[in-house]
């Protein structure tokens, strides 16, 4: 465990520990390209909830920011069962989206496993000129080195360690929620077949 997160480590748990209560409002955390919201689909499935990918409201045609996407945020949060990524902190997510909340699954992957896993979906999204939400397409890679506030693979070099900032804030600030670290793609399949599985709705209870 990170040192920063020494003083919470009893309030984190692993991938080999049982969730304390059955996960209702999901949040997942970690820097882009770590596999949130392909984990988000995977337990919206194996746990029969809804799974809301935020991007999606956020995003209009041409990148450019939905103008209802704070009010379907709230919408969300306000449901009984959800499953989102937790983004977009600067436009009030953080306490819309943490205060409803009772689950936080957080991957945090070292740098060098981060940066290999959004270097690699970024060129699967530019060599199949991948469509994302409202038909946006990912900017040209060369624009690493003509735009690099806007390159997501700068972004996710800048922000990296943003999680780990952030960490003992959120213990503080919303001790409703039982988090989940989870620090390798190993460790996500070893919970995914475990504590995961253990609360499925086909479960023995």
Do not use: C
């Not at 465990?1 to 520990?17: E, G, I």
């Not at 945020?73 to 977009?88: F, H, K, S």
């Not at 409703?176 to 609360?199: C, M, N």
């Amino acid at each position: 465990m990170d040192p920063k997160l020494a003083r919470y480590s009893s309030l984190v748990l692993s991938h080999m520990d049982p969730l304390p209560h059955p996960p209702r409002r999901v949040l997942i955390a970690g820097t882009s390209g770590v596999g949130k919201t392909t984990l988000a689909r995977r337990l919206a499935a194996l746990w029969n909830i809804p799974h809301t990918e935020l991007d999606a409201l956020h995003h209009g045609p041409h990148w450019t920011p939905r103008p209802t996407f704070a009010a379907e945020a709230r919408e969300l949060a306000a449901g009984d069962e959800w499953i989102t990524e937790w983004a977009y902190w600067s436009k009030g997510m953080k306490t819309v989206l943490g205060e409803r909340a009772n689950t936080l699954i957080w991957l945090n992957f070292s740098r060098p496993m981060a940066f290999q896993r959004l270097l690699r979906r970024t060129l699967k999204r530019q060599i199949l000129r991948e469509r994302l939400w409202h038909g946006n397409v990912e900017p040209p890679l060369y624009t690493f080195f003509t735009n690099p506030e806007e390159n997501i693979l700068r972004w996710g070099m800048r922000t990296h360690g943003k999680w780990i900032e952030r960490m003992p804030a959120v213990s503080r600030e919303f001790p409703h929620l039982s988090i989940i670290e989870l620090r390798t793609p190993r460790e996500v399949r070893r919970w995914l077949t475990g504590p995961a599985t253990d609360l499925s709705p086909g479960s023995a209870r």
